[in-house]
Protein backbone atom coordinates (compact mmCIF):
# COMPACT_ATOMS: atom_id res chain seq x y z
CA UNK A 1 0.00 0.00 0.00
CA UNK A 2 1.04 3.59 -0.84
CA UNK A 3 0.38 6.38 1.14
CA UNK A 4 1.14 10.38 -0.35
CA UNK A 5 1.95 10.64 -4.39
CA UNK A 6 4.38 13.27 -5.65
CA UNK A 7 4.90 14.25 -9.03
CA UNK A 8 8.74 15.38 -8.70
CA UNK A 9 9.10 18.56 -11.83
CA UNK A 10 12.39 20.20 -12.83
CA UNK A 11 15.34 20.04 -10.59
CA UNK A 12 13.47 17.89 -8.03
CA UNK A 13 12.66 15.34 -11.05
CA UNK A 14 16.37 15.27 -12.29
CA UNK A 15 17.15 14.83 -8.86
CA UNK A 16 14.95 11.38 -8.04
CA UNK A 17 16.21 10.26 -12.00
CA UNK A 18 19.88 10.63 -10.36
CA UNK A 19 18.60 8.34 -7.59
CA UNK A 20 16.78 6.08 -9.07
CA UNK A 21 20.15 5.12 -11.05
CA UNK A 22 21.04 2.77 -8.42
CA UNK A 23 17.71 1.35 -7.16
CA UNK A 24 17.83 -2.42 -6.79
CA UNK A 25 15.88 -5.19 -7.26
CA UNK A 26 16.28 -7.32 -4.30
CA UNK A 27 13.16 -9.58 -2.33
CA UNK A 28 15.64 -10.30 0.25
CA UNK A 29 16.56 -6.73 0.90
CA UNK A 30 13.63 -4.62 0.27
CA UNK A 31 15.47 -1.23 1.26
CA UNK A 32 17.78 -1.44 -2.09
CA UNK A 33 14.48 -1.26 -3.57
CA UNK A 34 13.35 2.15 -2.48
CA UNK A 35 14.64 6.13 -2.14
CA UNK A 36 15.09 6.89 1.75
CA UNK A 37 14.05 10.66 2.27
CA UNK A 38 15.01 12.48 5.46
CA UNK A 39 16.15 15.18 7.61
CA UNK A 40 18.82 17.06 5.51
CA UNK A 41 22.15 17.51 7.80
CA UNK A 42 23.40 20.63 5.45
CA UNK A 43 19.42 22.57 5.78
CA UNK A 44 17.29 21.69 8.57
CA UNK A 45 13.94 23.40 6.58
CA UNK A 46 14.75 20.44 4.00
CA UNK A 47 15.18 16.85 3.30
CA UNK A 48 18.07 14.60 1.86
CA UNK A 49 17.88 11.51 -0.56
CA UNK A 50 19.38 8.26 -0.50
CA UNK A 51 19.66 5.33 -2.43
CA UNK A 52 22.08 2.08 -2.98
CA UNK A 53 22.10 -1.14 -4.57
CA UNK A 54 25.09 -2.83 -2.23
CA UNK A 55 27.70 -1.73 -5.23
CA UNK A 56 26.81 2.03 -4.90
CA UNK A 57 25.33 4.92 -2.97
CA UNK A 58 23.98 8.21 -5.07
CA UNK A 59 22.91 10.82 -2.52
CA UNK A 60 21.01 13.98 -3.06
CA UNK A 61 21.50 16.61 -0.13
CA UNK A 62 19.55 19.16 0.34
CA UNK A 63 16.53 18.01 -2.31
CA UNK A 64 15.58 20.85 -4.29
CA UNK A 65 11.98 19.15 -3.69
CA UNK A 66 9.11 22.94 -2.92
CA UNK A 67 7.57 22.90 0.62
CA UNK A 68 3.51 22.02 -0.52
CA UNK A 69 4.07 18.71 -2.25
CA UNK A 70 3.73 16.05 -0.07
CA UNK A 71 7.53 15.21 0.70
CA UNK A 72 7.77 13.92 4.28
CA UNK A 73 10.80 11.76 5.76
CA UNK A 74 10.62 7.80 5.48
CA UNK A 75 10.81 5.26 2.62
CA UNK A 76 9.83 6.40 -0.94
CA UNK A 77 8.79 3.96 -4.32
CA UNK A 78 9.89 5.02 -7.42
CA UNK A 79 7.23 4.42 -10.04
CA UNK A 80 8.26 6.06 -12.93
CA UNK A 81 11.01 8.72 -14.08
CA UNK A 82 11.86 10.39 -17.15
CA UNK A 83 15.17 12.97 -18.03
CA UNK A 84 14.21 16.53 -18.61
CA UNK A 85 14.90 18.58 -21.52
CA UNK A 86 17.78 20.11 -20.10
CA UNK A 87 20.53 18.75 -17.88
CA UNK A 88 19.75 18.07 -14.54
CA UNK A 89 16.13 18.21 -14.82
CA UNK A 90 13.15 15.63 -15.17
CA UNK A 91 9.87 14.56 -14.26
CA UNK A 92 9.49 11.60 -11.65
CA UNK A 93 6.25 10.13 -9.70
CA UNK A 94 7.17 8.72 -6.43
CA UNK A 95 4.94 7.18 -3.80
CA UNK A 96 5.09 6.86 0.19
CA UNK A 97 5.90 3.35 1.41
CA UNK A 98 3.33 2.58 3.66
CA UNK A 99 3.03 -1.57 3.41
CA UNK A 100 7.09 -2.28 4.41
CA UNK A 101 8.20 -1.66 7.97
CA UNK A 102 12.21 -1.62 7.40
CA UNK A 103 12.61 -1.67 10.95
CA UNK A 104 11.87 -5.84 11.07
CA UNK A 105 14.71 -5.89 9.10
CA UNK A 106 17.67 -6.53 11.20
CA UNK A 107 20.30 -5.31 8.51
CA UNK A 108 19.27 -2.24 7.10
CA UNK A 109 22.11 -0.73 5.87
CA UNK A 110 23.96 2.15 7.54
CA UNK A 111 24.91 3.86 4.32
CA UNK A 112 26.91 6.44 6.43
CA UNK A 113 29.46 4.00 7.37
CA UNK A 114 30.36 3.10 3.72
CA UNK A 115 31.36 6.66 2.79
CA UNK A 116 35.03 7.16 3.10
CA UNK A 117 36.29 9.48 6.23
CA UNK A 118 39.41 11.53 6.15
CA UNK A 119 41.80 12.68 3.51
CA UNK A 120 41.95 11.10 0.53
CA UNK A 121 45.14 9.85 -0.83
CA UNK A 122 44.54 10.74 -4.98
CA UNK A 123 41.89 13.64 -5.88
CA UNK A 124 41.04 14.61 -9.45
CA UNK A 125 38.24 16.38 -11.06
CA UNK A 126 36.64 15.21 -14.40
CA UNK A 127 33.27 15.29 -16.05
CA UNK A 128 31.78 12.26 -18.06
CA UNK A 129 31.01 13.97 -21.28
CA UNK A 130 28.53 12.43 -23.74
CA UNK A 131 30.24 10.33 -26.17
CA UNK A 132 29.29 10.43 -29.90
CA UNK A 133 30.83 7.29 -30.70
CA UNK A 134 32.25 4.06 -28.93
CA UNK A 135 32.02 1.42 -27.15
CA UNK A 136 28.28 0.87 -26.19
CA UNK A 137 27.21 4.45 -27.59
CA UNK A 138 23.90 4.40 -25.39
CA UNK A 139 25.97 4.63 -21.99
CA UNK A 140 27.26 8.02 -23.56
CA UNK A 141 30.90 6.95 -22.49
CA UNK A 142 33.49 5.67 -24.56
CA UNK A 143 35.53 2.13 -23.03
CA UNK A 144 38.70 4.80 -24.08
CA UNK A 145 37.72 7.62 -22.01
CA UNK A 146 36.68 5.16 -18.93
CA UNK A 147 40.20 3.73 -18.83
CA UNK A 148 41.74 6.86 -19.30
CA UNK A 149 39.82 8.46 -16.12
CA UNK A 150 40.69 4.67 -14.38
CA UNK A 151 44.17 5.07 -15.34
CA UNK A 152 45.18 8.62 -13.46
CA UNK A 153 44.67 6.98 -9.96
CA UNK A 154 47.90 6.00 -8.25
CA UNK A 155 47.14 2.34 -8.24
CA UNK A 156 44.73 -0.46 -10.75
CA UNK A 157 41.18 0.52 -10.15
CA UNK A 158 38.22 -0.82 -11.98
CA UNK A 159 34.88 0.80 -12.13
CA UNK A 160 31.92 -0.45 -14.00
CA UNK A 161 31.79 2.26 -17.04
CA UNK A 162 27.97 2.03 -16.41
CA UNK A 163 28.52 3.35 -13.42
CA UNK A 164 30.36 6.50 -14.55
CA UNK A 165 27.78 7.11 -17.46
CA UNK A 166 24.97 7.12 -14.91
CA UNK A 167 26.20 10.12 -13.18
CA UNK A 168 25.85 12.21 -16.03
CA UNK A 169 27.68 14.98 -17.34
CA UNK A 170 28.22 17.16 -13.84
CA UNK A 171 31.84 18.07 -13.34
CA UNK A 172 32.81 15.87 -10.59
CA UNK A 173 35.55 16.34 -7.78
CA UNK A 174 36.79 12.54 -7.48
CA UNK A 175 38.33 11.03 -4.30
CA UNK A 176 40.69 8.13 -4.31
CA UNK A 177 41.27 6.63 -0.96
CA UNK A 178 43.28 3.36 -1.95
CA UNK A 179 43.03 0.67 -4.08
CA UNK A 180 39.65 -1.88 -3.47
CA UNK A 181 38.52 1.29 -1.30
CA UNK A 182 35.47 3.13 -2.17
CA UNK A 183 35.73 6.20 -4.32
CA UNK A 184 33.74 9.00 -3.91
CA UNK A 185 32.29 11.70 -6.37
CA UNK A 186 30.71 15.11 -5.39
CA UNK A 187 29.28 17.78 -7.73
CA UNK A 188 27.99 20.38 -5.60
CA UNK A 189 24.74 18.50 -3.90
CA UNK A 190 24.67 15.11 -5.54
CA UNK A 191 27.13 12.14 -3.88
CA UNK A 192 28.08 9.43 -5.52
CA UNK A 193 30.21 6.90 -3.56
CA UNK A 194 31.21 3.16 -6.04
CA UNK A 195 32.78 0.34 -4.89
CA UNK A 196 35.63 -0.37 -7.00
CA UNK A 197 36.08 -4.41 -9.01
CA UNK A 198 38.01 -7.00 -8.06
CA UNK A 199 41.06 -6.65 -10.97
CA UNK A 200 42.77 -9.73 -9.33
CA UNK A 201 43.33 -12.05 -12.42
CA UNK A 202 41.62 -9.49 -14.45
CA UNK A 203 38.16 -7.62 -14.66
CA UNK A 204 35.56 -10.18 -13.03
CA UNK A 205 32.70 -9.71 -15.30
Known sequence: MHGTFVE????????????????GRMDYRPFYDFI?????????AKFRGV??????????????CP???????????LL??????????GTAWIAKVVDCDLSNFPIVPKYRNVIPAG?????????????????KEDLGLTIGEAFRFLGSFPEPTGINPAFLADLGNNVWKVSWYGQMKAVVFDSCHLKAVIMPINLTGGIQV
Open 119 to 135: KPEFETDYCFAAAPMGW
Open 80 to 89: RSEPGASPAT
Open 67 to 77: DNIGIEAGWWR
Open 36 to 44: LIEPSEKDE
Open 8 to 23: AQGAFGGEIDFLSKVL
Open 51 to 64: ACDGRRLHLVDPLA
